[in-house]
């Protein structure tokens, strides 16, 4: 890790979970690139909180038109959650007052536990409707008043409204392996249905959200498939964290630790914490489901976290030659995939396995007869 990673996580540290770390002297040229890596990573507003928080030292010496131009970014991201705050609670009390039941998920909601909440990048709204019925009358409104995205899938409708990119969900996550896929949704309809309603206020909107615990599920979910197709996602590690040190008093562990177990995702989750002792000074102790033995591979996957090369995660798939022969569009994006799924095989190795040979399916029929 050279000094403009170290500097980097050091304010990161700071700007969201409050950490007391002086900075190495830099010249301008590297806080420009630390700069650049903010924006790459999504997270230049809560750079920006910890580099307030260190004003005073000496070695935050950042040229002038670097400051001015992370102070206008900064700006744009406040004004951005400004205008997903009052879109997002519209929406969800136009559907409430249809009398559907939406779900927010992800985004606005968990920005709510950071410090500066107008500082988390965010990205759509995500909302889920537990209910077929419901999700149908719910994508019906949309066709009628938003305008829909060109993509779509049988799971997610995907569209805008008011300027705001929207996702109606039918399922909270998915796994790719039928079976951990059928106890995953079994145990979302059971603690949706079951658990007291958990809610959230913006813009002075009651909104429903997931329940503590399973969302510290969903979370660590959404993590693990991030790990296992595209390389992990720091925003994605950072909203874990934030949820673990501001609701991690309302999860049952026990509970979770079950489900983890159930799911075949121990070690995964492992990874997950080791994680954020490694690059965000978590403690075991605030960690009930870190397995010290199953956390190994940490150094690697920061290393991958950081140089933020996503070339990788393009489509890969084969095409039929002139020959008999059939070749690799991407073999660069190809040949990570392999690599990348023989190392964290054991971390997850029923829902790697039917990950990569579905990938590696969906890549055979582009294939011309």
């Keep these: 890790m050279d000094i403009i990673e170290r500097n980097f996580l050091r304010l990161l540290r700071s700007g969201t979970f409050g950490d007391n770390e002086s900075c190495e002297p830099m010249s301008h040229w590297k806080w420009r690139r630390l700069y650049q890596m903010s924006l790459m990573h999504g997270v230049s507003a809560l750079i920006a909180d910890g580099i307030k928080s260190r004003a ?11 400051m001015a131009t992370w102070n206008e970014n900064t700006k744009a991201v406040e004004e951005d959650n400004r205008r997903m705050n009052i879109c997002t609670s519209q929406l969800l009390g136009i559907f409430s007052h249809n009398q559907l039941r939406p779900i927010l998920l992800k985004g606005q909601a968990i920005a709510l536990l950071y410090p500066h909440p107008e500082h988390r990048t965010g990205g759509d709204c995500d909302i889920y409707f537990p209910y077929e019925p419901q999700a149908n009358k719910a994508d019906e409104w949309a066709r009628t008043n938003g305008q829909q995205a060109e993509y779509s899938d049988k799971y997610i409708f995907p569209y805008t409204w008011n300027g705001m990119a929207v996702e109606n969900h039918r399922y909270v996550q998915r796994l790719t392996n039928t079976l951990l896929n059928r106890r995953l949704q079994n145990i979302i309809e059971k603690e949706i249905r079951c658990c007291d309603s958990t809610y959230v206020t913006i813009a002075d909107i009651r909104i429903e959200t997931l329940p503590p615990t399973l969302n510290i599920l969903i979370a660590i979910t959404r993590i693990a498939r991030y790990i296992i197709n595209d390389g992990l996602k720091l925003k994605q590690l950072i909203d874990l964290g934030m949820m673990l ?12 630790q079950q489900w983890l177990h159930s799911l075949g995702m121990e070690r995964i989750a492992t990874l997950e914490a080791a994680m954020l002792i490694s690059l965000f000074n978590f403690s075991e102790d605030e960690l009930p489901f870190y397995i010290s033995h199953l956390a190994t591979e940490v150094s690697t996957l920061t290393d991958e976290l950081l140089a933020f090369d996503h070339s990788h995660s393009d489509e890969w798939y084969f095409t039929q030659g002139k020959n008999i022969f059939v070749k690799s569009n991407n073999s660069k994006a190809m040949l990570w995939q392999v690599k990348h799924s023989a190392r964290y095989f054991r971390y997850f190795p029923m829902e790697m396995t039917t990950n990569f040979i579905r990938n590696f399916a969906h890549s055979l029929s582009h294939i011309e007869e």
């Design 245 to 256: 040190r501001t609701i991690g008093a309302k999860v049952d562990f026990v509970k979770l």
């Design 56 to 66: 005073t030292e000496t070695f935050v010496n950042i040229p002038d038109d670097i």
